[in-house]
Nanobody, 117 residues
Framework: QVQLVESGGGLTQPGGSLRLSCAAS????????MSWVRQAPGKGPEWVSG????????DYTDSVKGRFTISRDNRKNTLSLQMNSLKPEDTALYYC??????????RGQGTQVTVSS
């Protein structure tokens, strides 16, 4: 079964950190560019970060540069997002997604991240 399953979300205070993980199965993970996408309440999806097949190239939307770090382990078929210095505006449902920002063809169910004091 082709699927992506996220974990690691939760509630944290502003300035806090969370690490999201995504387990991929049912396809050759190492053949795909992978992304994280988020959707805040009442807003459309926002691409957050992406990583190349081998992990050598990492892309970020401007609002998370310097705070978030994407990584992948092709041996374990996992994708991660380390989020530091979290802000209330980072509150959203975060999705692991297969593909680049304009060509996503698979995403998981999402994990909720809430940043609030």
């Amino acid at each position: 079964q082709v699927q992506l399953v996220e974990s690691g979300g939760g509630l944290t205070q502003p300035g806090g950190s969370l690490r999201l993980s995504c387990a991929a199965s049912g396809f050759t993970f190492s053949n795909y560019y992978m992304s994280w996408v988020r959707q805040a309440p009442g807003k459309g999806p926002e691409w957050v970060s992406g990583i190349s097949i081998g992990g050598g190239m990492k892309d970020y939307t401007d609002s998370v540069k310097g705070r978030f770090t994407i990584s992948r382990d092709n041996r374990k078929n996992t994708l991660s997002l380390q989020m530091n210095s979290l802000k209330p505006e980072d509150t959203a449902l975060y999705y692991c997604a297969r593909g680049r920002a304009n060509s996503i063809d698979l995403r998981g169910q999402g994990t909720q991240v809430t940043v609030s004091s």
